[in-house]
Structures are given as C-alpha cells and as structure tokens.
C-alpha cells in the first residue's frame, strides 16, 4: 500500500486542500481509520512524505496506532520526523527503488519527469503536489497521496499496488531518447 500527504496536525490543509472536515482532529482520526481499514497488520505500506505538522508527541501517537510494516520517504515537512521513522519502521531516505510482483517502482515525494529506467515501463509514485499534477498525467507515474485518492475513490486512504497497476498500465510508456 502507499500513501503520503497526510498533514496530521495541521489545520490549514483542510483550507488549502478543501478537505471536508470541521477540524484537524476529526481529519486526523478519519485518515487513521481508513489506513487501518485498507492496510493490515502485515502488508507492507510505503508513505512518501509530510506525515504530521506539529509536536513530535502528536505523530508518534499516529504511528503507534497504525497498521502494516512500514517504511517511510522523507517529505519536505519532516524535519523533525526521521528519527521517528526509524523507530516505527523503516526510513529510506529521500528516494528508493523497489521491486513489487517484477514491476520496478521509483518512490519519491516528489514527481519526477524521468527516473531509472522510465523509458522501459518502470513506475514513479510520488506526493507532494496534493493530486495537481494528476490532471496532465506523464507517463506510468503518479500521486499516491490521499488527495488522489480521494478524488478517484471518494476516500482519504492508502492506494494499493493493484489499483496503481491498473492506473498506470493504462499510461503511455514516455521515452527519452
């Protein structure tokens, strides 16, 4: 499962973003349930960045409550979160690349316009534009945040490797050479 862009604590992303929700706690609370409705206790779940705006305390109540192995990519707004990420799971800096059922994934928060192997049909996920850059999609890459997922499902929760292969095979491998 992925995910990133939460925002925990931070009460002007319900402005910026028009999140439907009267407050941070009822937003914060909301996104939890759904992780841990979609994720379960032993499915891997990557989050690519800008966890939680606010006091440390506050998002290590969220990790310590959410469900899955999971594994983190640092966000623009993590300053204060890494060590964090070592603690409830595995932090793997600012880009990693993995491999899920043969198919090579570019993890990043942020969007990328080539990445390795690109041109032979590798996947990007990515967050940080909160599902701006969705609306001209380049290649087999994508944001996994909850925005996204919110405005394909109705639902602020994690995208599972399924439907982001479904997404992305229907994408145009882009080459650049």
Not at 14 to 40: M, Q, S, W
Not at 88 to 117: C, D, P
Not at 119 to 138: I, N, Q, R, V
Request: with cysteine; proline share 2%.
């Amino acid at each position: 499962y992925f995910s990133s862009d939460w925002h925990l604590g931070h009460s002007n992303i319900l402005k910026y973003d028009n999140r439907p929700f009267f407050c941070f706690v009822e937003h914060d609370a909301e996104i939890l349930r759904l992780h841990n409705l979609t994720v379960g206790k032993n499915d891997d779940f990557y989050f690519l960045g800008d966890f939680c705006f606010g006091r440390p305390e506050y998002a290590e109540e969220f990790l310590r409550k959410m469900n899955g192995n999971k594994f983190f990519i640092w966000g623009n707004h993590d300053k204060h979160m890494v060590s964090l990420y070592k603690k409830y799971g595995q932090y793997l800096g600012k880009m990693e690349i993995i491999k899920i059922e043969g198919q090579e994934i570019t993890l990043s928060h942020f969007a990328m316009r080539v990445w390795n192997r690109s041109h032979h049909g590798t996947f990007m996920c990515y967050g940080h534009s909160h599902d701006a850059l969705e609306t001209t999609p380049w290649g087999k890459s994508m944001d996994v945040g909850v925005q996204s997922a919110y405005r394909l499902f109705g639902e602020y929760r994690p995208f599972s490797f399924e439907e982001i292969k479904n997404i992305l095979d229907q994408r145009e491998t882009l080459t650049h050479h």
